[in-house]
């Protein structure tokens, strides 16, 4: 863990171009912002720069030992950072912008800091189709790393409002334009030696990911952590949480999904997409009711089904 950041006041803008200078004057100076992408929010600063990427592990207590996504505008920025080979460019192709994080080779004279890759020979890098995180992208001409706009191993935030619940008083600015569309973190993904492999899941599913190349995707990682995103306990409230619920019990505050019935439902007509959307300010709400525990009904793993049920259970580890 880091130390704590100085204390900083917390400015809330709606996007705009007013926002943007702002946002674009703080990062060039070295500072982390909030920003939303279409998956969730990130806390954004100069991948080149190693004080500007340090203050992102601070801002939110996150272990140096998890390296960063880092965000490109266009093609010609990520191939000045990393090597794309045939089936990575493919990959490219079909999915970007959008939420798959390609994680591909360094290029020895990336510049970026090595902070980002902490120690790793690879980095993880996305093109994100959301118009606040491309424009600053494109305004300070900059990779910008981001990881989601949380303390480490909390909710993630799909709104603004979340971001300033987890991060008022350690980051300077918040841009805020609305909930987040897709609500879950990207799909991340490492195509190598003609297979893909899948170190998180997310909205683009391995059946996507098969359709658009025909190269078959085995799930999970290496040896060592290499998506902590894939740490057991994470994505985490503050009280227990109880999977796979028919019916709440007492004292627990209950997350529906289709026929259950709940509190809140994740979507009332069973709808997958929805309940993506949906699950992190769920888990928000339950978080912050005055119920002691969180019950969850089955959401069916099927499509984007495997990335929340994914989520859920490091919700609940
Ligand atoms: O949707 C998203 O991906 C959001 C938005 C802000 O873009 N970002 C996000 O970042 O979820 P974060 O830091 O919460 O998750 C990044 C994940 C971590 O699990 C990290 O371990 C993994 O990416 N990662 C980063 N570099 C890697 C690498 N070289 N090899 C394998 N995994 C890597
Ligand atoms: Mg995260």
Redesign the pocket.
Known sequence: MQENPPILRTSLCRYGMEALAHAEKLVREGQPVAIP????????ANALDSDAVARIYAAKG?PSF??????VSGMEMAERLAHFDDLATRLTERFWPG?L?L?VP?REDSGLSPL???G?????L?M?AHRA?QALIDRTGLPLA?????RSGAI?PTTAEHVLRSLEGRIPLIIDDGATE?G?????A?PAGGQIRL??P?PITADMLTEATGVPVVMG?GEK???????ESHYAPSKPVRLNAAQAQTGEYMIGFGDVAGDISLSETADLEEAATSLFAALHIADASSAPRIAIAPVPAEGIGAAINDRLRRAAA
């Open positions: 992408t279409e998956t969730v929010y990130g806390l954004a996150r998890n390296p960063l996504i880092v965000h939420p994080t994680i360094v980002v890759m902490a790793l020979s690879t980095v993880a996305r994100p995180m981001a990881p989601s706009a949380n993630s897709r879950l973190e990207s799909t991340i490492a170190l998180r997310g990682g952590i290499e998506a902590p995103g894939q740490m």
